[in-house]
């Protein structure tokens, strides 16, 4: 079946630019989570989602920083004014239902954004 | 929120069985062991999640000690295609309101022929 897909796989913008990364998620997960992966390190929290409803924002970095899910699916991260410190994979996953951390993560293969 | 130490490398050849160790003397009583693993230019895999004893797959064993604070992930007759980041994550077993996990810098696995 379809897994977890994401687009652009890579992005290059320059410093200053903004930029929209797309991630379809699994059908008929409720819930969907963004991560930042910075090079060497794991992923890191940014945002999540529970159908069209945006429970958690605590990992956004910056008010450059911007998710919607408008109709409980797809979902836009976006990121306004890019600088190169956001340059990084981005992770989109999602789960069945809205349980705790036991529930497993299905994960896109990742956005990779380089700002110059 | 519980923290994991799992050692930042290993090296292993084809054919031999590989365990990565991960600690987590903080862990609740509520907290599940997941372990993930990442392949280069790909996002985490789930690969095997337990609570107490021991458990098994078809790609993977979870050993956990009576105490919880620690487990074991074994990996039988390693080859080449597990070289890969393995990731020991610990979290909440009810909804508590967190749902994000908590990657640490995961244990980079390299395979040699």
């Known amino acids: 079946g379809a897994g977890v897909s994401q687009s652009p796989r890579y992005k290059v913008a320059k410093r200053g630019q903004d930029v929209a990364l797309r991630c379809d998620p699994i059908s008929g997960h409720v819930s969907l989570f963004w991560y930042q992966q910075a090079l060497g390190q794991g992923p890191e929290f940014l945002t999540y989602?529970?159908?069209?409803?945006?429970?958690?924002k605590s990992g956004l970095p910056s008010d450059r920083f911007f998710a919607e899910r408008p109709e409980g699916s797809v979902s836009t991260l976006k990121i306004q004014r890019t600088q190169q410190e956001d340059s990084a994979v981005y992770l989109c996953?999602?789960?069945?239902?809205?349980?705790?951390?036991?529930?497993?993560?299905?994960f896109g293969p990742g956005t990779r954004l380089l700002v110059l | 929120l519980a923290k994991t130490t799992q050692p930042i490398s290993m090296d292993s050849y084809e054919g031999q069985e590989v365990n990565i160790t991960c600690s987590h003397n903080?862990?609740?009583?509520?907290?599940?062991i997941t372990w993930y693993q990442q392949f280069p230019s790909q996002g985490p895999r789930f690969i095997i999640q337990?609570?107490?004893t021991k458990v098994t797959n078809e790609v993977a064993s979870l050993f956990i000690p009576a105490d919880r604070k620690s487990s074991t992930l074994s990996l039988p007759r390693v080859s080449l295609s597990d070289t890969a980041v393995y990731y020991c994550?610990?979290?909440?077993?009810?909804?508590?309101?967190?749902?994000?996990?908590?990657f640490g810098s995961g244990t980079r696995l390299q395979v040699q022929p």
């Open positions: 994550l610990v979290g909440d077993g009810m909804d508590t309101g967190r749902r994000a996990l908590t």
């Open positions: 903080n862990i609740a009583t509520n907290d599940y």
């Open positions: 337990g609570y107490k």
């Open positions: 996953a999602s789960s069945l239902s809205p349980s705790g951390t036991q529930e497993t993560q299905y």
């Open positions: 989602f529970q159908n069209e409803a945006q429970l958690d």
